[in-house]
């Protein structure tokens, strides 16, 4: 059994009840730059569930993971992880909570892919879990498919081996909360279902795991819920199946789509129409926390 408070005085996290509320934002307001980026934005996370933050380009998703991360201080309205503000916890005990994958991950010295997944296992130095630092990094870079190139230097890899790296180091962190900022963009085909297939095991483990997708099929395929952005604000949320309506969507992306079930798996596709007429625009969507 982990120790309550570690040598350094951090409180380690104790267990998590399947479908509790891990994080949630309330009334959550971002400005960056003079611009409100996020506005008056609720959201909920629960453990053992996989929720997808989409939307276009701008409406706010990797602000609101951020917020989410505590790395990111809201004007106005509340962050918690675990029940508590995110401003109480010290970095240290946020790092046994919550792991992030940023968009890019760039490095100033020549670590090996070996040294940079175990990175991820740092915040649990001093702790009963450090005895599971071993396993943790080998069965990451398993799990991610780069144990084949453990020892070369991360500088060397392609931009699809650092994203399978990157996400390696925080699988081997082995937090409750898993944020994940587009972790297939970099990635082939076979990688990105690899991806979330990881990420629907986390959940299916009891972890709570956030990702930002600009995929719509994956997000339909993967997510027990998705979180539709727009123009800083969350308009719709709930089950893909709900959400993902075609007249919303076309709104959101002003761009004409279609929602339709796979003929085989059912699995919802969403497609863009381009039968409609050139230059057809969506201007206007407003928020609906339920059915579109």
């Given at each position: ?275 409609a007429p050139h230059g057809e625009i ?11």
């Amino acid at each position: 059994m982990r120790r309550l408070f570690t040598a350094r005085g951090r409180r380690s996290p104790g267990p998590v009840t399947p479908g509790a509320v891990v994080a949630e934002a309330s009334g959550a307001r971002v400005r960056l730059a003079g611009r409100t980026v996020l506005s008056e934005v609720d959201l909920t996370v629960r453990a053992g569930e996989v929720l997808a933050l989409v939307g276009p380009n701008g409406a706010g998703k990797s602000t609101l993971l951020a917020a989410l991360a505590a790395d990111l201080p809201v004007e106005s309205g509340t962050v918690r992880l675990g029940g508590r503000p995110v401003a109480e916890w010290t970095p240290a005990e946020l790092a046994l909570r919550r792991a992030v994958l940023p968009q890019a991950t760039t490095l100033s010295f020549p670590f090996t892919v070996a040294e940079v997944v175990r990175m991820g296992r740092a915040p649990w130095a001093g702790t009963a879990a450090e005895d599971e630092d071993g396993e943790a990094v080998a069965a990451a870079m398993a799990a991610t498919e780069v144990d084949g190139f453990a020892a070369r230097p991360f500088s060397s890899l392609s931009g699809g081996e650092r994203a399978r790296v990157a996400l390696a180091r925080v699988l081997a962190q082995r937090t409750a909360l898993l944020l994940l900022d587009e972790p297939t963009a970099a990635l082939d085909l076979r990688h990105q279902e690899l991806v979330l297939r990881l990420g629907r095991e986390r959940a299916a483990a009891g972890d709570a795991v956030v990702v930002v997708l600009h995929d719509l099929g994956l997000a339909a395929a993967y997510a027990d819920r998705t979180a539709v952005l727009h123009e800083g604000r969350v308009v719709a949320e709930g089950p893909p199946e709900r959400v993902f309506d075609a007249e919303l969507l076309s709104r959101v992306y002003r761009q004409p789509v279609e929602v339709l079930p796979h003929p085989r798996t059912t699995e919802l596709l969403v497609l863009p129409r381009r039968d409609a007429p050139h230059g057809e625009i969506f201007t206007r969507c407003r928020p609906d926390h339920g059915n579109p």
